[in-house]
């Protein structure tokens, strides 16, 4: 069954910096772009990153360019997300995911909460 187990969310100042992390399994990992996505309260689910899985070609959302660094581990199964300069506006529960039409699997989710 695929699975997605995301962590590394937490509290942090404006400025502040996280890294997300999600161990990803029931499925050939090495063959898929992955993703992370973002919902905030009272607001869809957003794209926030990709990368591609051999190129490891990054892509990311406007609101997050130059702040965001997406990375993955083909042996490890997992993919990655460093944030920096966090602001109070990155508020919300981040997923990942593999990039398919209409992905049916997500994970619980880790919350990343941006304030003083």
């Known amino acids: 069954q695929v699975q997605f187990v995301e962590s590394g969310g937490g509290l942090v100042q404006p400025g502040g910096s996280l890294r997300l992390s999600c161990a990803a399994s029931g499925f050939p990992f090495s063959s898929y772009t992955m993703t992370w996505h973002r919902q905030a309260p009272g607001k869809e689910r957003e794209l926030v990153a990709r990368?591609?899985?051999?190129?490891?070609?990054?892509t990311y959302a406007d609101s997050v360019k130059g702040r965001f660094t997406i990375s993955r581990d083909n042996a490890k199964n997992t993919v990655y997300l460093q944030m920096n300069n966090l602001k109070p506006e990155d508020t919300a529960v981040y997923y990942c995911n593999r990039l398919v039409p209409n992905p049916t699997y997500w994970g619980q989710g880790t919350q990343v909460t941006v304030s003083s």
């Open positions: 990368i591609t899985n051999i190129l490891l070609t990054p």
